[in-house]
């Protein structure tokens, strides 16, 4: 009798992660965090060293009719970095491997690579090895960050204590709306060739999505502040479900406020021109690679007047309850609605 098959999609990403990850258990003494966090932590004697591995794959990540190549393989770095930022850690060495089909040329090759050298200068780490294979059908990168964090400043998704306050920087869900922007108009394209897109309205937008910037500048300005979160995260699946990975890890629950999550004007705007929800696609549009935190109450003070850190909430005791609170005072249990590579 032929067993049962079961699907992934039945699973999720983060299901499928979990299955693998239960069948594994750390036995060096070296090993200190495993699977589960935004990069593995390793003993490397006075300081932690941090591993984080990030693969993009064409047609599911990125797409070539509108991802210029250079901004691909910055992006691509940029992403591993931002896991390594979220530990309170930094960055210094990367490996690339990528497969490659024949529809690649060398001269492509070359600006995936000025892409990713453009990246490296920018954060300070140094390409150190790699691998390149063949593919049958598109591009495929990943990229393995090494990076280091004193053992006394390492920060974890597990550290979020009740009436902490929950942070964020920058602003979200633009890169999310100029996914939508390029969708759009690459449709009108294959539609009508001759039509040439317009996209300087959308400048930020797509810029948000295309060349992803890590917060590394946080980390330092955090450390200057004399502030240690007690958790973080960066917000790669979108806010609402990244809630649910710290709530998860620390058995807290999270209130945040509407009126406090920051939305940038053109994100605003350009959601209503695509009648979508400006909260919503700032909730689950994902991408957008800022850094979410949590901080003691005391601490609050030193950040207060910094122009880029947001307080949109707070930590509780009720695990299970993450919810939104409206302007009117209405409660909204939160849904985790981002990204997930495997849903059907």
């Known amino acids: 009798m032929d067993q049962e098959r079961s699907e992934i999609s039945q699973l999720g990403e983060f299901g499928l992660i979990n299955r693998i990850s239960n069948n594994f258990k750390l036995t060096n003494t070296s090993s200190v965090v495993g699977i589960g966090d935004d990069a593995a932590v390793i003993d490397a004697g006075l300081d932690f060293m941090l591993v984080s591995t990030d693969m993009l794959v064409e047609g599911i990540h990125f797409d070539l009719s509108y991802s210029p190549i250079q901004h691909v393989g910055y992006k691509a770095v940029a992403v591993n970095v931002s896991d390594i930022a979220a530990m309170n850690g930094k960055a210094e060495q990367i490996t690339?491997?990528?497969?490659?089909?024949?529809?690649?040329?060398?001269?492509?090759?070359?600006?995936?690579?000025?892409?990713?050298?453009?990246?490296?200068t920018n954060y300070g780490v140094d390409l150190v090895g790699g691998d390149t294979t063949s593919s049958t059908s598109g591009l495929v990168i990943s990229i393995t960050a090494v990076g280091r964090v004193p053992k006394d400043k390492v920060v974890y998704r597990n550290g979020a204590k009740p009436n902490d306050i929950l942070c964020v920087t920058g602003d979200l869900g633009a890169a999310f709306l100029?996914?939508?922007?390029?969708?759009r108009e690459k449709q009108v394209?294959?539609?009508?060739?001759?039509?040439?897109?317009?996209?300087e309205k959308y400048e930020y937008l797509v810029g948000r999505l295309l060349k992803a910037e890590a917060r590394t500048d946080i980390v330092s300005e955090l450390l200057d502040a004399g502030v240690k979160p007690t958790s973080m995260i960066d917000l790669s699946d979108g806010l609402a479900s990244d809630i649910f990975h710290v709530s998860r890890a620390s058995g807290v629950g999270f209130r945040i406020y509407d009126d406090k999550i920051p939305i940038d004007t053109a994100a605003y705007e350009t959601a209503i021109e695509f009648k979508l929800d400006p909260l919503t696609c700032a909730l689950n549009g994902g991408e957008d690679y800022e850094l979410m935190f949590t901080i003691n109450k005391e601490d609050q003070e030193k950040i207060k007047n910094h122009p880029d850190i947001h307080f949109i909430g707070y930590a509780h005791e009720r695990k299970d309850e993450n919810v939104l609170v409206t302007k009117q005072g209405n409660i909204v249990p939160l849904r985790a609605q981002g990204w997930d590579h495997f849903r059907s």
């Not at 492509?108 to 000025?114: G, R, T």
């Not at 294959?190 to 039509?195: G, I, L, Q």
């Open 189 to 199: 394209f294959m539609e009508d060739p001759n039509m040439q897109p317009d996209l």
């Open 96 to 120: 690339v491997s990528i497969a490659i089909s024949s529809r690649f040329s060398i001269e492509a090759i070359d600006a995936l690579y000025q892409g990713i050298q453009s990246a490296c």
């Open 178 to 183: 100029g996914l939508q922007v390029l969708e």
